[in-house]
């Protein structure tokens, strides 16, 4: 399984990003996905996962609310749409992917992943 990960940049403080995963050389239509980030100098953090029907996600506190991760199996893809960014979201967000397609709060871990995409940048101006 091959992830690219697109769609980030740069926008101000309160506005939207639409990021999208896609996902190549295997079908993932039963593989639960997750989108993760990593600011600069910190340890790369959860940020949102979803199971393999799209039936149940789950988020960080930090962007419940602001944050909605969908997927569309008929294209192998998974998106993050986020709204009101905030400076503090800034970071470079990757998509994962695991074959484990159902939902457990162990996907909140980087090691419940097998599959990473390159990363995008994202990056809110204050």
Sequence with gaps: VQLQASGG?????????RLSCAASGHSVSRYAMGWFRQAPGKEREFVATISWSGAVTYYADSVKGRFTISRDNAKSAVYLQM??????????YY????NGGGFSYALVRNDAYGYWGQGTQ?????
């Design 83 to 92: 709204n009101s960014l905030k400076f503090e979201d800034t970071a470079v």
């Design 95 to 98: 998509c994962a992917a695991t």
């Design 9 to 17: 940049g740069l926008v101000q403080t309160g506005g939207s990003l």
């Design 122 to 126: 994202s990056t809110v101006s204050s």
